[in-house]
């Protein structure tokens, strides 16, 4: 499905997109495989700035998210899953970055900066990685295009690299509100794993 949706385009593809959709949703709930979390990101970045299909990448993320709080409730569940870890945060930095309405209004938001908490503590390079890559377009998101610009990207979905700047929009004020809002709510034990990570108390694969 990845090479079809990229050599065929998005708007070739789309006829099919919300089959696929609930494909991924499906197969993923049965086999918490973290390939579908992979594709679920090509899906976001390549139909994430399309304002008539944000519902739909919204639900679908959301789906797929509810799996992963579902089947991995613990900080001994999430280690000994690093690929969905890695995986679901690199699919919500995905969001951020090109789809951010529905993910930092909603209730999402507050589920993903409770468990990259504890995904900050894994001593697991690419669980890591993916988790401290998914508040990295949260924080920059949130302070403003001129950080955007400036932010690393990578990931799965997207390597390393510098994140191009997504082009504004008439949401981006409410919706760096929201965050805000989340971020004072939920933030507390982010800023203590980050302060741990600098004292070298945590593990910091991208600090």
């Known amino acids: 499905h990845k090479h079809a949706l990229r050599g065929c385009g998005p708007a070739d593809y789309s006829p099919m997109l919300d089959g696929l959709a609930a494909q991924i949703v499906d197969s ?48 001994d569940d999430l280690t000994a899953h690093p690929d969905v870890v890695e995986e679901l945060f690199f699919l919500a930095g995905r969001m951020v970055d090109h789809c951010p309405t529905p993910l930092v209004r909603g209730p999402l938001l507050a589920s993903l900066l409770q468990c990259s908490a504890m995904g900050m503590t894994l001593r ?20 403003g295009p001129e950080r955007e610009e400036g932010a690393a990207g990578g990931g799965a979905a997207g390597g390393s690299g510098r994140r191009r700047a997504r ?41």
Do not use: I, Q
């Open 28 to 75: 993923f709930g049965r086999s918490l495989s973290s390939p579908y979390l992979y594709l679920a990101s090509v899906v976001v970045s390549e139909y994430g700035r399309d304002p008539t299909r944000s519902v739909l990448l919204s639900d679908m993320v959301t789906r797929l998210s509810g799996t992963v709080f579902e089947n991995l409730r613990t900080v």
């Open 124 to 143: 697991h390079r690419d669980a890591n990685r993916g988790t401290l890559s998914f508040l990295e377009s949260a924080v920059s998101y949130g302070l």
């Open 167 to 207: 082009p504004p929009c008439p949401d981006d004020g409410p919706n760096r509100t929201a965050l805000e809002s989340a971020m004072r709510t939920h933030g507390r034990p982010l800023a203590a794993n980050l302060a741990l990570a600098l004292l070298g108390d945590l593990p910091a694969y991208r600090l």
